[in-house]
């Protein structure tokens, strides 16, 4: 779902009630079956885990509080952020043989800096999925 400029309309608008619709088909096909309980983006639960919600209330509640209209990436309903690799780049990225211990760290200070605050660390690396490393580069 690439245009997202209804979560800028009145909630009464009938673009935005669409929208809500896809939000809500999107977050159902990255759902596992059987999960009942969805965190709400809407503007009164503000993506809180406390707030998990059926597909029923989150429509309800999208529909009169609204949605956060800052939530552009909804990295809380399976859509991946940029800064973050998906699973398929992991599964590729294991697929190509490549270990924690090869990964692109970004800037070579970030492995020495992890080296001086966890001396133990290293002896745990085959434990540390690559995208936890990788994604330590961009602090």
Not at 22 to 33: C, L, Q
Not at 67 to 93: F, R
Request: net charge negative.
């Amino acid at each position: 779902m690439a245009d997202r400029s209804w979560m800028q309309l009145h909630r009464g608008h009938p673009r935005y009630m669409r929208g809500i619709f896809e939000f809500i088909e999107f977050v159902r096909g990255k759902t596992s079956p059987g999960q009942l309980f969805h965190i709400c983006p809407c503007e009164k639960c503000r993506n809180r885990s406390a707030n998990s919600v059926t597909f029923e209330d989150m429509y309800v509640h999208l529909s009169q509080y609204g949605i956060c209209p800052s939530y552009t990436t909804w990295t809380w309903h399976g859509e991946a952020s940029e800064h973050m690799p998906t699973l398929v780049d992991i599964q590729a990225q294991r697929n190509q043989g490549e270990s924690s211990s090869s990964a692109n760290f970004g800037d070579p200070g970030v492995m020495n800096f992890l080296n001086d605050a966890f001396p133990s660390a290293s002896a745990y690396a085959e434990f540390f999925p690559t995208y936890v490393i990788r994604y330590a580069g961009h602090i």
